[in-house]
């Protein structure tokens, strides 16, 4: 009897040791998309380094279609870094006025600066809310978390082929 009780108790802890590493690897998992999306190159190149050195007159080139400047790009990601900084915070946002074409802002050359310094500043802060999100939040949250790391790849992506395509990208190999 002693060894059931025994077995029983081990068996309980392993349980709960195996959920609380799933939930970790969750934690984990996301860190590191946000991070792989914001500055630490992976697979991709980070929308950090993606705008890193462009000028605000690079920055607002608009090609003659109705495509977005890389200026446009990034204000539109800002937006939705901060409204998923709002998600996660459990803000009330319902005052906000969600037009997703109003998000595509042109901004002076002054402003380019300050959205790119408030693009990292909101994805820094996306990951420490994470860092120290409990259980419940990360669980349902994070098919949120993923679809904005997916969204902001996306978008950079975009920037990444303006910038490749007019010369403004470094040629890393060399």
Request: hydrophobic share 40%.
């Amino acid at each position: 009897m002693e060894k059931l009780i025994l077995l029983l108790v081990w068996g309980f802890g392993t349980m709960i040791y195996a959920q609380e590493s799933k939930d970790n690897i969750v934690k984990e998992l996301l860190i590191d998309q946000l991070d792989y999306a914001h500055r630490t190159q992976s697979w991709f190149v980070p929308t950090k380094i993606a705008i890193a050195g462009l000028s605000a007159e690079q920055a607002m080139w608009k090609d003659s279609t109705e495509n977005h400047s890389i200026v446009e790009l990034v204000s539109h990601m800002c937006y939705w870094n901060e409204v998923y900084l709002k998600v996660l915070a459990e803000e009330d946002f319902s005052e906000l006025d969600i037009n997703n074409e109003k998000t595509f802002e042109v901004f002076s050359d002054k402003e380019w600066e300050q959205v790119m310094v408030k693009l990292d500043s909101v994805q820094m802060e996306l990951e420490r809310m994470v860092e120290n999100a409990n259980e419940e939040q990360l669980s349902e949250r994070a098919r949120d978390i993923l679809d904005l790391t997916a969204h902001n790849a996306y978008h950079t992506g975009q920037i990444l082929y303006i910038r490749k395509q007019k010369g403004w990208w470094p040629n890393r190999e060399k």
